[in-house]
Every structure is written in structure tokens, then in C-alpha cells.
């Protein structure tokens, strides 16, 4: 079992910034890729579990950035230039088991419960 706790959403103008944090907990080691999507289905961005490959949606491209601290069992997303767009609620999955695709939420095994994200005009 792994638990996934997001926070770090708010709201923000456009054009403004937010992180968001992801920590991890339940399964030692934390050797699995992570992922954040939006409105549950949307992906995001992707990093495997050693973080040396990042994936990105082309609608964020450019201005979000995913990341992880393995030490503190911690992926985090940095969005920047923030557009209405980007508002929705935001969540973290882990891909532990699975080895699908990794722009597809049914890849992943667990979900953290969503952190939103209001952005306004």
C-alpha cells in the first residue's frame, strides 16, 4: 500500500505561480515512477522513480516543472505562468505495479485524494 498526500493548491492569478507537494508513504524504498494529472484523467507531467526522465503534457510544456526528493519521499510540481486553464483539482499517482503507459491513468496503482487550484482571470 502506498499513501499519497497532495497539498500546496490555492488560488493564484494569471500568470502567477504555485508548487505543489505530494508525499509519499507506505511502501520503503519509494523505487516507483509518480505522475500528476488533473480532473482525474488529464496527465500532467510524469517523473520515473529515479527521477532522470520527466514527460510533460504539451499544454504545460515550458511552464511546469516535476520533480521529486527522494530522501523526503516527495514529488513536487512547479507551475509557473499559470493560465484559467490550469485550475482544476490536481492529483498525485504512483505507478508501483503497473507498467502501462505513463500519459494514462489507468497505469497507475494509487492516487492521492487532490489539491485544487483556482486560477483567475
Known amino acids: 500500500q502506498v499513501q499519497l498526500v497532495e497539498s500546496g493548491g490555492g488560488a493564484v492569478q494569471a500568470g502567477g505561480s504555485l508548487r505543489l507537494s505530494c508525499v509519499a508513504s507506505g511502501r520503503p524504498g519509494g523505487r516507483y515512477s509518480m505522475a500528476w494529472f488533473r480532473h482525474e484523467r488529464e496527465f500532467v507531467a510524469h517523473i520515473t522513480w529515479d527521477?532522470?526522465?520527466?514527460y510533460y503534457a504539451d499544454s504545460v510544456k515550458g511552464r511546469f516543472t516535476i520533480s521529486r526528493d527522494g530522501a523526503k519521499n516527495t514529488v513536487y510540481l512547479q507551475m509557473n505562468s499559470l493560465k484559467p486553464e490550469d485550475g482544476g483539482v490536481y492529483y498525485c499517482?504512483?505507478?508501483?505495479?503497473?507498467?502501462?503507459?505513463?500519459?494514462?491513468?489507468?497505469?497507475?496503482?494509487?492516487w492521492g485524494q487532490g489539491t485544487q487550484v483556482v486560477v483567475s482571470e
Open positions: 527521477g532522470r526522465n520527466t
Open positions: 499517482a504512483a505507478q508501483v505495479y503497473n507498467g502501462g503507459y505513463y500519459g494514462s491513468s489507468v497505469s497507475y496503482d494509487y
